[in-house]
């Protein structure tokens, strides 16, 4: 039997596929108000690689860099991207595995994931950054801050992980399904395709943000630092938030009323306004 026209008819189903798929992304973004597409960038360091987009005007003195959540990836940022970018050049990053990122060999700790992110702010070359970072983020950023301190101009953890009192795969995928009842379509349609991308070994990405300890890192922080969280956020606790605010030396708290855990997705307004107004003061 030839085999050309099978080849033919499973290329054709594989094209279709892959059209269909882009056309689902494209609405999702649409139906999401996701702004328009950025430069985006692979990045690679010690066997691990990250996507970046960055957006706004290269020539703006200052830069801010968000990194997202377990199970999200770049464009969960959309929102934010857009009240921020009129104030400086915004870069989003997909961790490895995340969003477009490819699986890296093995499941990257905290730590490596961080010094991943610290060489793609020496290639990105623009001084001291704002680094964001929102959930399981925060605890990158967090080890960015502490082992790469010239690179962070001024820290900004956003609903930060993992309460030390509920580090348990369990509690955490509870409490998150609780936070999540009654979100915004928005946040439910992102978030599952952001899921499906991460899918790949989930349970390894996990397993690593689980076994790190950011508690021990907070008080080594030096840069001034900005501690968010959602007024009904049962990811990250407000006796948890206080308590990583007051273990950093320089930081301040702000508390976004009638949002979760996902406040920067459902809606970033608040924050972004917080964000501002705090960097307009003398740090």
Known sequence: MDAEPLERAA??????????????????????????????????????????????????????????????????????????????????????????????????????????????????????????GHSMGTQVVTEVAVRHPAAVDRLVLVAPTVDRRHRHALSQLARLGVDLLGESPKVLLLGAREYLRASPNLRRKMRAMLTHTPERSYPRVPAPTLVVRGETDRVSPRAWCEEVAAAIPRSETFEVAGHGHETLIRDAAPTADALLRWLSTPA
């Open 11 to 132: 290329q054709a189903v594989t094209d279709a596929a892959s059209t269909a798929a882009e056309a689902i992304d494209r609405a999702i973004d649409d139906a999401t108000g996701m702004p328009d597409p950025g430069d985006v960038e692979s990045f690679t360091h010690d066997g691990a690689c990250l996507v970046a987009e960055t957006y706004g005007d290269r020539a703006a003195p200052r830069t801010f860099v968000l990194v997202h959540g377990i199970g999200m990836g770049r464009k969960v940022f959309g929102d934010l991207v857009t009240h921020l970018e009129p104030h400086g050049l915004v870069v989003a990053i997909d961790q490895p595995g995340y969003g477009e990122a490819p699986e890296p060999p093995r499941t990257p700790t905290m730590e490596r994931t961080a010094d991943l992110v610290a060489a793609y702010l020496r290639h990105l070359d623009r001084g001291p950054v704002v680094l964001l």
